[in-house]
């Protein structure tokens, strides 16, 4: 079927005058089934597909043919959903000499600086603050001679990101001499899925410098496979490792794993993490005459689950160092499984393990000093390290929304890719639903442990999963369908709303005017918020006993209005989990407070409408 697309100048015309447009046709919906005097939401409508008639037409045919894969471009073109572009290779080899300042595409950069011989690399930024990064490296100074290599910067600050390094001054050759410096790797990234796979393996002589690896990260998955595997006489460095990471999983495989007079220096992994899952599988096992120092893993993290399998396993004549294993606060969990086991001829030193659980094993305590080992860890001392990860304003009390308050107000800036509704019609032929998993891969183009595979799967384990006690559930895709859900829990007589811009987020605010909506009583609402898919999806559930708000937001130093904002109070937490980030913030347990927050742009909320 061939596929013939309206032209940019087509689509404004058509979504004014046409009144089969997915626009028109909501508009024609929301009439028949709401039955308010209050003006349409213009949000809803806002998110109305942008596709003209002829296009939605058009691809719904082709989804009940099962042929929309064939034409995922030009559906994602179409539509303006968040689909990965299907890379292509490119930059397909660079000198040994070569300088280069900046790399922003979606593509594979494949060969830089290989089997060079003396000189310098520079390497300053790829991928600096770009959104929604699908990238990959293959090979930087490999097998090199003499050879000093600078990476600064690899995707800085970008959202979204899919991204692999495989090779850094690894040397199938062996690299010889010279220096290899990766500065940064995804500093600042939002939900992250990353692998970097080799770091100065086989390097011969040479001196190594990893700073800094996803520090800063929010969400997502991390993997460093191997760091200086088989070296010789090397002198390695690696300073941090997600530090300051907020809810990430991460996978560290090999550190000086078969070294030869090696002197590696580790200095911090998962520091002050916030419901971190770390795993660090070996660290200088099988090392000869090696000196080795690990200084910090996990600490000061906030409900962990961490693993740490292999320290100085089997190695000979090796000094080894491991400063502090502390596993923090607030329920974290711990398993360091083999520390110096199978030594010969070592000195190896733990000077702190404080944990919840247990060490497994820690071999030859005549030769092995251990400073100090705690199982208990108390979670009092630590409560103002833990609030940290509550951004201030993000939870408050309802005594807060008075007039004249000045409280923080958090980020609320939606951090999500633009996408719209699908049309109803378009929308029913597609697959939802994990027994069709194989199919909505392949209608997006899904490879297998790809990140769209992964925002496939977490969002149906999201929208399947079952209720809470009192919740009513239903994940939407099209205006209609939000619709349909929000008046089969309140009624046909509802309001949609949301909070008017971003203004205000980050910084203290002022309260002004207040209004408390169905005159301030208990009462229930639909809340819905984004989930991350090609297309706009939304999680709706029913909430009851909520007490719902509109409210001036002022300036705190000038008092001019800058905001109308919405909040809601939900006035019964008594089902709530004690680790939920509300309770930290406000230092109260389930039942014993309400919590209140605002919606936060492109979220909203359904209540019944006032008389």
Same mark, same amino acid.
């Given at each position: 079927m061939q596929v013939v697309l309206a032209r940019p100048g087509d689509l404004l015309i058509d979504n004014i005058k046409n009144p089969f447009t997915p626009k028109a046709y909501l508009i024609r919906y929301w009439s028949q089934t709401i039955k308010t005097n209050a003006p349409q939401s213009e949000f809803l409508l806002s998110k109305a597909s942008p596709m003209t008639a002829?296009?939605?037409?058009?691809?719904?045919?082709?989804?009940?043919?099962?042929?929309?894969?064939?034409?995922?471009?030009?559906?994602?073109?179409?539509?303006?959903?968040?689909?990965? %572009?299907?890379?292509?290779?490119?930059?397909?080899?660079?000198?040994?000499?070569?300088?280069?300042?900046? #790399?922003?595409?979606?593509?594979?950069?494949?060969?830089?600086?290989?089997?060079?011989?003396?000189?310098a !690399?520079?390497?300053?930024?790829?991928?600096?603050?770009?959104?929604?990064?699908?990238?990959?490296?293959?090979? #930087?100074?490999?097998?090199?001679?003499?050879?000093?290599?600078?990476?600064?910067?690899?995707?800085?600050?970008?959202?979204?990101?899919?991204?692999?390094?495989?090779?850094?001054?690894?040397?199938?050759?062996?690299?010889?001499?010279?220096?290899?410096?990766?500065? =940064?790797?995804?500093?600042?990234?939002?939900?992250?899925?990353?692998?970097?796979?080799?770091y100065g393996a086989d390097a011969n002589g040479r001196e190594q410098s990893f700073k800094a690896y996803t520090n800063n990260a929010n969400g997502?998955?991390?993997?460093?496979?191997? #760091?200086?595997?088989?070296?010789?006489?090397?002198?390695? =460095?690696?300073?941090?490792?997600?530090?300051?990471?907020?809810? @990430?999983?991460?996978?560290?495989?090999?550190?000086?794993?078969?070294?030869?007079?090696? !002197?590696?220096?580790?200095?911090? #992994?998962?520091?002050?993490?916030?419901?971190?899952?770390?795993?660090?599988?070996?660290?200088? +096992?099988?090392?000869?005459?090696?000196?080795?120092?690990?200084?910090s893993y996990s600490a000061e993290s906030n409900v962990g689950v961490n693993t740490f399998d292999s320290y100085g396993k089997k190695s000979n004549a090796e000094d080894a160092s491991f400063d502090n294993y502390k596993g923090g606060f607030n329920g974290a969990g711990s398993n360091f499984t083999s520390y110096g086991q199978g030594a010969t001829s070592k000195k190896v030193g733990f000077k702190t393990y404080s944990f919840l659980d247990t060490f497994k094993e820690y071999q030859d305590k005549h030769s092995i000093s251990f400073a100090k080992y705690s199982q208990s860890s108390s979670s009092s001392s630590h409560m103002g390290s833990m609030n940290k990860w509550v951004e201030p304003g993000?939870?408050?009390? =309802?005594?807060?929304?008075k007039q004249g308050n000045v409280m923080p107000m958090p980020d609320i800036r939606d951090k999500m890719p633009q996408r719209w509704f699908l049309p109803k019609t378009l929308l029913s032929k597609l697959p939802f639903s994990s027994s069709r998993l194989d199919e909505m891969k392949n209608i997006f183009h899904a490879s297998e442990n790809s990140t769209m595979e992964k925002m496939i799967v977490n969002s149906l384990h999201e929208c399947e999963r079952e209720p809470s006690v009192g919740e009513t559930k239903r994940c939407v895709g099209s205006a209609e369908d939000m619709i349909d859900f929000a008046t089969s829990v309140l009624g046909n007589k509802v309001v949609v709303r949301t909070t008017d811009n971003t203004k205000g987020?980050?910084?203290?605010?002022?309260?002004?005017?207040?209004?408390?909506?169905?005159?301030?009583?208990?009462?229930?609402?639909?809340?819905? &918020?984004?989930?991350?898919? %090609?297309?706009?999806?939304?999680?709706?559930?029913?909430? %009851?006993?909520?007490?719902?708000?509109?409210?001036?937001?002022?300036?705190a130093k000038t008092k001019v209005k800058i905001n109308h904002g919405t909040a809601i109070c939900h006035i019964d937490t008594s089902a709530w989990s004690s680790?939920?980030?509300?309770?930290?913030?406000?230092?109260?347990?389930?039942?014993?407070?309400?919590?209140? &927050?605002?919606?936060?742009?492109?979220?909203?909320?359904?209540? @019944?409408?006032? +008389?």
């Open positions: 002829v296009d939605a037409a058009t691809f719904a045919k082709l989804a009940a043919q099962n042929d929309l894969s064939t034409h995922l471009h030009q559906f994602c073109s179409a539509a303006k959903l968040f689909c990965f %572009p299907d890379l292509s290779q490119s930059l397909a080899k660079h000198s040994s000499k070569s300088s280069f300042s900046a #790399y922003q595409e979606d593509k594979n950069f494949i060969n830089y600086g290989t089997g060079g011989l003396g000189g !690399n520079s390497f300053k930024n790829y991928s600096e603050d770009q959104n929604v990064v699908d990238d990959s490296f293959r090979q #930087y100074s490999r097998n090199s001679v003499g050879q000093d290599a600078r990476f600064s910067s690899y995707a800085r600050q970008g959202n979204l990101v899919n991204q692999g390094f495989d090779s850094y001054g690894s040397g199938g050759k062996i690299t010889t001499g010279g220096s290899s410096i990766f500065k =940064e790797y995804t500093d600042g990234v939002n939900v992250p899925d990353l692998n970097f796979n080799n997502g998955n991390e993997t460093f496979t191997s #760091y200086g595997k088989n070296g010789n006489g090397e002198l390695s =460095e690696f300073a941090t490792y997600g530090n300051n990471s907020n809810v @990430i999983q991460s996978d560290f495989g090999n550190y000086g794993q078969n070294g030869n007079g090696a !002197n590696d220096t580790f200095t911090s #992994y998962g520091f002050d993490g916030n419901v971190p899952v770390n795993n660090f599988k070996v660290y200088g +096992n099988n090392g000869n005459g090696a000196t080795d120092s690990f200084t993000k939870f408050f009390k =309802e005594s807060m929304l987020s980050k910084e203290d605010i002022m309260i002004g005017s207040v209004t408390g909506i169905n005159r301030g009583k208990v009462t229930k609402s639909v809340s819905c &918020h984004q989930s991350l898919y %090609p297309y706009l999806l939304y999680y709706c559930h029913s909430v %009851p006993k909520v007490r719902v708000y509109e409210a001036d937001i002022m300036d680790s939920h980030g509300a309770f930290l913030a406000l230092g109260s347990s389930p039942g014993k407070t309400e919590v209140c &927050h605002w919606i936060f742009e492109n979220d909203l909320t359904w209540t @019944i409408a006032d +008389n």
